[in-house]
T-cell receptor, first 112, second 115 residues
Framework: GDSVTQMEGPVTLSEEAFLTINCTYT??????LFWYVQYPGEGLQLLLK?????DKGSNKGFEATYRKETTSFHLEKGSVQVSDSAVYFC???????????FGTGTRLQVFP | EADIYQTPRYLVIGTGKKITLECSQT?????MYWYQQDPGMELHLIHY???????EKGDLSSESTVSRIRTEHFPLTLESARPSHTSQYLC??????????????FGPGTRLTVL
């Protein structure tokens, strides 16, 4: 079945460091891919998305490129801030359904 | 900013109690969802609805039930809570559209603890 695998956390970085959170997927058909972020005590917010191969989603300095050949959608940011500390979820949806399949989440901790 | 609300935010109850988790949205969205989030953070879809009087079970089997009598309201009920139901419950909603994906907006969640 369809699934998402993302790197385990926590990821601990100093402010202004480069961030990569790996995400790979398995899907029948052609999925849309997403990164959601969950700040402490809050629900999930859509961070970025890509709906077809080679698309790049970007928002708030974060980027991720839909790589069909490697079935990956890695999240990157060139310079993280303390305020980026949160849990990041990679997710996919397939076909015309809005049902999301989530990865296990990766906690990011950024220290000043 | 998303206008989707969940109450209560935190609930601690004893085994065997009946509980209802409330979820309301003011965006006029037709689709609504309930997710269960494990202590280890993984989310699983347990219920969804495409509109009034529509309810479907999600990918993860759950002993909870839902109803959709009004567009804006999608409550989740546990008839007899057990410690295994301890989890965070997240409600979400999205528009009903023809695109392959419409963004889901999430509420802040209800953290349930059953003793």
């Amino acid at each position: 079945g369809d699934s998402v695998t993302q790197m385990e956390g926590p990821v601990t970085l100093s402010e202004e460091a480069f961030l990569t959170i790996n995400c790979t997927y398995t899907a029948t058909g052609y999925p849309s891919l997403f990164w959601y972020v969950q700040y402490p005590g809050e629900g999930l917010q859509l961070l970025l998305k890509a709906t077809k191969a080679d698309d790049k989603g970007s928002n708030k300095g974060f980027e991720a490129t839909y790589r069909k050949e490697t079935t990956s959608f890695h999240l990157e940011k060139g310079s993280v801030q303390v305020s980026d500390s949160a849990v990041y979820f990679c997710a996919l949806s397939v076909g015309n359904t809005d049902k999301l399949i989530f990865g296990t989440g990766t906690r990011l901790q950024v220290f000043p | 900013e998303a206008d989707i609300y969940q109450t209560p935010r935190y609930l601690v109850i004893g085994t065997g109690k009946k509980i209802t988790l409330e979820c309301s949205q003011t965006m006029g969205h037709d689709k609504m969802y309930w997710y269960q989030q494990d202590p280890g953070m993984e989310l699983h879809l347990i219920h969804y609805s495409y509109g009034v009087n529509s309810t479907e079970k999600g990918d993860l089997s759950s002993e909870s039930t839902v109803s959709r009598i009004r567009t804006e309201h999608f409550p989740l009920t546990l008839e007899s809570a057990r410690p295994s139901h301890t989890s965070q419950y997240l409600c979400a909603s999205s528009e009903l559209g023809r695109s392959s994906y419409n963004e889901q907006f999430f509420g802040p969640g209800t953290r349930l603890t059953v003793l």
